[in-house]
Each structure stands twice: as C-alpha cells, then as structure tokens.
Nanobody
C-alpha cells in the first residue's frame, strides 16, 4: 500500500479554480494508477478522475469533463487535480487513491487499495 496525503482544498466562489495535490510516500508511486474521488454529505463516494502510471491515459466523470484535469509528476510522487469553472455542486470532500493495476484507469472505489484522508472543497454560489 501507499500512504497518501491530500492538500489544496478550501473555499472558492462559483467559477473559481483550485488545484489539489496528493503526495505519496514510498518508492512504489510510479507503479500505481491514481484516482480522485469525492463525497458530498449524505452521498456515496463518486469517481472524479483517474490517470494510469505514467499519466498518459486519463479518464473523467462526465460531470467534470472539460473543467478538471488530472496530472502526475512521478519525480515528486505527486498527483494533481486542477479544477476550473467550479460549481456549487462540486462541493465535497475530495480523496486521492492508489490503484495497484498500474495501467488501468478504473472508476470503482473498491478497486483502489490506498486512500488519503481527504480535503474539503467548498464552492459558494
């Protein structure tokens, strides 16, 4: 497993931007696919974006396509989520997760075996 720590959340106005970061410990980061998920109060944890081990293959939830971008820097053991044109419905706790299937870009939470503690994103209307 990989230890993950997210940062970068906060309060932003409708239409604003935030960049989330997730730093991984250990030397196995580059052989994991990475994903971002989010969970709003009273709702299930939903898929947001995923990138394979080298970041060349990515996939996004329809609700964020064209507004969010996932990227990774394996030299820094870090995966990012750039979020633009934020909407109130993007308000949630955002989690990064590591998938040991390095080539995959999977969307189901149960396929990820390591999770961060989450970072709160709040978008005001």
């Amino acid at each position: 497993q990989v230890r993950l720590v997210e940062s970068g959340g906060g309060l932003v106005q409708h239409g604003g931007s935030l960049r989330l970061s997730c730093v991984a410990s250990g030397r196995t980061f580059s052989i994991h696919a990475m994903g971002w998920f989010r969970q709003a109060p009273g709702k299930e944890r939903d898929f947001v974006a995923a990138a394979n081990y080298n970041g060349r293959t990515t996939t996004y939830a329809d609700s964020v396509k064209g507004r969010f971008t996932i990227s990774r820097d394996n030299t820094k053991n870090t995966v990012y989520l750039q979020m633009n044109s934020l909407k109130p419905e993007d308000t949630a706790v955002y989690y990064c997760a590591a998938d040991p299937n390095l080539g995959a870009v999977r969307t189901t939470p149960s396929e990820y075996d390591s999770w961060g503690q989450g970072t709160q994103v709040t978008v005001s209307s």
